[in-house]
């Protein structure tokens, strides 16, 4: 993979959390038990975003370990 395609797989995976937050709490209406809690979107982003930074962290120390 090119670096433009990197970067653009790490912008799509930031910009697809929202949908996918949505989604989640909108699969929660058809649970029995469970409920739509409008308040979870916000967490549910900034998990996903955590996990997206952590990743290319963890890329960006793994190419300069490489290069040594």
């Not at 930031?14 to 699969?27: E, G, M």
């Not at 409008?38 to 960006?60: E, K, N, S």
Request: hydrophobic share 45%; proline share 4%; aromatic share 12%.
């Amino acid at each position: 993979m090119v670096n433009s395609q990197r970067r653009s797989f790490g912008n799509s995976g930031a910009l697809n959390a929202p949908v996918v937050s949505i989604c989640d709490q909108l699969s929660k209406i058809v649970v029995p038990g469970r409920e739509f809690d409008i308040t979870d979107i916000p967490f549910d982003v900034m998990g996903y975003l955590i996990g997206i930074l952590f990743v290319y962290v963890a890329r960006h120390e793994w190419h300069k370990f490489k290069q040594r």
